[in-house]
């Protein structure tokens, strides 16, 4: 077929140039397209590190915590004694197991608590909590406690106290409890101590040795 003379006045490559321009177009839109690409795939990765950064740093406030309990050798601490605010009102019952000692003068004793260290004698200095009851009827008549708790101090064989302390007290160690049946002879006999204390009144005697020197 002859071409016609219009398209023999046209240019080859004017000719050419409107698919050229399309192909150009298709071009930028795979380039374009690609860096959009690019542009999400480092936008995810750096979400994706930014996640990882803080789940390692928030971890340790979320992981549950083991409290690793620390053994030690310590010594356990000394209770320290608690002192009543009055002496009791009646004698408290002895246990089956404490066995009254009887002297040829009339004192008994029996040893509630033995206690440990150096043993009262004649001449020692004691420091002693006591409570007294009249053995007829069981009614206090004194006590250490009543009076602030404050312990009573003497020196044996001094004839500070009725003769039932002098010899009951000796042979007790610090800590030790001792109960003491005490004949009116060998306490305040025929005269008593009025008003609390009638004449040839027995007396009991719960006597705790606090110190020994």
Known sequence: MTQTKKDQMIPPSRQNRPGQRQQERLMR????RRRQRIWASVIVALVVIALAGLIFWQYPHFAPQQHTQVKTNKPAATPTPTIPSSGPATPPPL?????????????KYADIKVGSGKAAQTGS????????????????????????????TL????????????????????GGTRRLLIPAALAYGAQGQ?????????LIFDVMMVSVQ
């Open 95 to 107: 246990t089956v197991s404490v066995t009254p000692v009887s002297l040829p003068d009339g004192l």
């Open 125 to 152: 200095s004691v420091s002693v909590q006591y409570t007294g009851w009249l053995a007829s009827n069981g009614q206090k008549f004194d006590s250490s406690y009543d009076h602030g708790g404050q312990p009573f």
């Open 194 to 202: 009025p008003p609390t204390i009638p004449a040839n009144a027995t």
């Open 29 to 32: 839109l795979q380039r374009r």
């Open 155 to 174: 020196t044996l064989g001094q004839h500070q106290v009725i003769p039932g302390w002098e010899e009951g007290l000796v042979g007790m160690k610090p």
